[in-house]
């Protein structure tokens, strides 16, 4: 008989080209006061922490041109865009990197 594997498979995703993979910040449900917001008052967070990056372009010349970004790093994103992407059970965003707006030191 055939074996049932007892929990999902997990994959991987490498991002291609110029393509980085980011996961969104959490936005926060209580303020440092102790106030709990409602969940309708709450809009998605615009920033987000990159988790894979793609090898990057080249150019007409053949010449690879290598992302700024690294995983790690803390950006700015906009308010819309990228493609929402689900790996097992969590949410993340592929974006290329000229649609990120900017980088926290």
């Known amino acids: 008989m055939f074996a049932r594997a007892t929990r999902p498979l997990q994959r ?13 910040a959490v936005v926060e449900t209580q303020t440092a006061g102790g106030i709990l917001l409602p969940t309708d008052s709450t809009k998605e967070s615009n920033e987000g922490t990159v988790v894979a990056v793609g090898p990057g372009l080249r150019d007409v010349s053949g010449v690879l041109h290598s992302p700024t970004l690294k995983a790690g790093d803390s950006v700015l994103l906009p308010k819309y865009g990228g493609t929402e992407i689900e790996i097992g059970d969590e949410k993340l965003n592929l974006f ?10």
């Open 12 to 24: 991987a995703l490498a991002p291609l080209g110029d393509r980085i993979l980011i996961r969104k």
């Open 96 to 105: 290329r990197e000229d649609d990120i707006l900017g980088k926290f030191d």
